[in-house]
Structures are given as structure tokens and as C-alpha cells.
């Protein structure tokens, strides 16, 4: 077990508690929240706000209360040696208490969403600008996990191993693999609890210890895209990413960043979930480290036609920090229309092609100097690749255009 005494004094952020410094304050209500789907276009907002204004959100962590770790955060935490008081309670009761769709763990995302949030004067054709202004722990402990079936070394559905690997190198390995069982307690999924001391994340494998400094943002971060009725439409389900954003997964949007967002709803109607305490470039093992954070962004609309936003993200999700501009590409960014595809080499060219648009139309190079420069001087990066849609985003360099 953990022993937490060494933590020092933490500040657990109940619902409600602790400083908030947004305009608005948004948490997860158990009748409000869905767990594994996202907002489509249709949805009621559970909160209207203000272009420019800000937003506090206590987002939850799905980790620890999944129906493979046996619905019970408080079972699950104690046992790992977390103190009750440390458990938080809105945490307790969407495992408890959801019941606004039926769960299907073999089909549903995991992610707990809130929202979603309603901007005044968001239209279709507009974008949103996301502007992640704070971002911290609401509790001292994260959680990674490894599914079969998914991740970067998972088998194929047929139980094959995928091209690269063999069968023998398949994480989880596939002998403790038991799905055929029907319940989730014994699919033989492996999850690793991930305390942070004095400050850091740390990893125990008997008398080995690996430490790693937390990064905290959202890896959901969207706008209701989804044009299809009810509340479990597959193009609604919280894992793949799509042209609303939702499961970005993209480490460099944390405090600092901002995201742009076309717009496909009255309203916008953004959502958050997904709470990382830190991630790798890829997320290989299916997860990263996951924990329940609170979140304060500033919306901001950008009507069509402005300035206001890189010109891609009228159509597109695009990026940037303080110092470097960052488009992105998705393998199939449709939800699950058709079928999904999951091909690095597509999400690739698309995140090219959008750098290509950025530099053309924003920066007002040729696109053969353009293309020229990105090979030269730029970076793309693999974001993730085990939301069924994956990833990759560039990396532009905001000092190299004077």
C-alpha cells in the first residue's frame, strides 16, 4: 500500500471547495454528466455563458470507478491506500448513482463528460477559441491503465497479432486476456496506481522507483458535433476525436494554450472530461496517467470571416502556445460514421495539408516554400493512437516568422 503520510498537506477540492476563480462554475452532477458519450447538437446546456467570460470545471477521472475496477471508488482507493477523505464525492456518486443511459462496458466510452456549456452568439461557421487558463489536481493520485484489445500493442479482434509484433509481445500479455468471461472483473485488464509525492508522479515495480514530474490538462475538450438523435449514438461515443475536438489527447494543451474549435451548434455547446495529470506523446498503453483536476478556461467566440482565429480552424481543430502554432490531423474525424479508420500515415497528411493552409493563408508563404519549411524546420508528433481515431499534430515554430 501507499503510504500517504509522506504527501505532506494537500488540499482535496470537493465539489464546491477550495478557491474557484472562474466567472462560472460548472461540476459534475450525477443527472447531468454523461458517461461515454459526448453532447451532440441536440443537447440541453446546463449552463449559459458570455463570450470572453471563464469557466471553472471539476472534471472526474473515469479511472478507478470503470466497471473493471468494480464501480467502487471507495473500495478501489482504500485498498491502494488512500485515505476516505481523500476520495471526492462527486467521484462516489456517478459511480453509485448514473443512471441517465444504461452502462455497457464493452461498448460505451469511459470518460465522465460535463457539459455541456452554451456560449451566447455561437453559430455554426463560427469557431471557439479555448483558452486553458488554470489547471489543478483535485487529488494527490492518478491512475494508468491497459485493456486488451486496446493501446499499441493490443491483438487484433480475430486474437491475431498485429503487423510488427508477435503474439508473444502483446501488452496485456493475451494469455491473461478474459473477455470471453463477459465480466469486466476478470478481462485481466491491468491498472497502475500513481501516487504524486513532494510534487512528483511515481511508479513502484518491487524495489524499482520511477518518478516523473505531473502535466496537467484535458484530454476531452470539445463542441457538440454529432448531429444524431438521443444519448448513445456511436457518433456520440467519447473515444474517437472529431472535427469537434472531444478526445484530443494532445499533451500541449495545458495552461497557456489555446484550442480553436469550428462550430457546428447554437450555442457551440462545449464539453470537457478526461482529466490527465500527465501523458506521453502516443499514449501507448491506452491511458494516461488519469486524475480528476479542476480546470478554468476563457471561451471566447470568433465569428466567421474574422481574424480572430488561424484560418484552418473554420473547418478543422488547430493549436497554439505561447510559442509555437500546432495544426492537428485525425486518421477518420467523423465520429464512427462508416466505419473507423485508425492509419497514422492519413492523420499525417491531413495535419500537413492544415500546416500547408496556416502558412499559405496566415502567413503568407508559397506553398511550395511552405512545404519546403515544414521538412526543414518543423516537428509532427504522434498525439495518441489508441482512440480508435488517432492523431498526429505539428509543431511550428512562432520564432522563425518575424
Do not use: C
Amino acid at each position: 500500500m501507499t503510504d500517504f503520510s509522506g504527501v505532506g498537506p494537500v488540499e482535496i477540492l470537493q465539489p464546491g471547495t477550495g478557491p474557484i476563480h472562474g466567472d462560472h462554475y460548472l461540476s459534475s452532477e450525477v443527472d447531468q454528466v454523461l458517461w461515454g458519450y459526448v453532447p451532440t447538437i441536440h443537447a440541453t446546456p446546463v449552463l449559459t455563458m458570455d463570450s470572453g467570460q471563464t469557466l471553472t470545471v471539476d472534471a472526474v477521472s473515469h479511472e478507478g470507478i470503470l466497471e473493471d475496477q468494480g464501480r467502487d471508488p471507495v473500495g478501489y482507493f482504500t485498498g491502494r491506500g488512500v485515505p476516505r477523505d481523500q476520495i471526492l464525492d462527486d467521484v462516489v456518486a456517478i459511480a453509485k448513482d448514473y443512471r441517465r443511459t444504461t452502462r455497457n462496458f464493452d461498448l460505451d466510452g469511459p470518460h465522465v463528460v460535463t457539459g455541456p456549456v452554451a456560449i451566447r452568439g455561437a453559430e455554426p461557421g463560427d469557431v471557439l477559441k479555448i483558452e486553458t487558463l488554470e489547471a489543478v489536481p483535485r487529488v494527490p493520485y492518478g491512475v494508468v491503465s491497459s485493456r486488451h484489445g486496446k493501446g499499441a500493442l493490443a491483438r487484433r479482434p480475430d486474437g491475431s497479432a498485429p503487423d510488427g509484433i508477435s503474439v508473444a509481445e502483446v501488452m496485456p500479455p493475451a494469455g491473461t486476456d478474459g473477455r470471453a468471461t463477459g465480466d469486466p472483473l476478470h478481462y485481466g485488464n491491468i491498472s497502475t496506481f500513481t501516487p504524486i509525492e513532494k510534487g512528483m508522479a511515481v511508479m513502484r515495480s518491487g524495489d524499482r522507483r520511477v518518478t516523473f514530474p505531473p502535466h496537467y490538462f484535458m484530454g476531452i475538450m470539445g463542441v457538440a458535433f454529432s448531429d444524431d438523435e438521443g444519448l448513445t449514438s456511436p457518433n456520440a461515443n467519447s473515444i474517437p476525436p472529431t472535427l469537434g475536438g472531444g478526445n484530443i489527447d494532445i499533451s500541449l494543451l495545458g495552461i497557456g494554450s489555446a484550442f480553436y474549435l469550428p462550430v457546428f451548434a447554437e450555442g457551440a455547446l462545449f464539453y470537457v472530461g478526461d482529466p490527465h495529470m500527465a501523458m506521453g506523446d502516443g499514449e501507448v498503453s491506452l491511458t494516461a496517467m488519469e486524475g480528476s483536476i479542476r480546470a478554468t478556461f476563457r471561451l471566447t467566440v470568433i465569428k466567421k470571416g474574422s481574424a480572430g482565429a488561424p484560418s484552418p480552424a473554420f473547418h478543422y481543430p488547430f493549436a497554439e502556445t505561447a510559442d509555437s502554432w500546432i495544426p492537428i490531423g485525425l486518421s477518420d474525424p467523423d465520429g464512427a460514421a462508416g466505419g473507423q479508420r485508425s492509419d497514422l500515415d492519413v492523420a499525417m497528411r491531413r495535419a500537413v495539408v492544415n500546416a500547408l493552409d496556416f502558412l499559405e493563408h496566415d502567413q503568407g508563404l508559397d506553398r511550395a516554400t511552405g512545404y519546403a519549411y515544414l521538412s526543414a524546420a518543423s516537428n509532427f508528433i504522434v498525439s495518441q493512437v489508441v482512440d480508435r481515431t488517432v492523431g498526429v499534430h505539428g509543431r511550428i515554430s512562432k520564432a522563425h516568422f518575424g
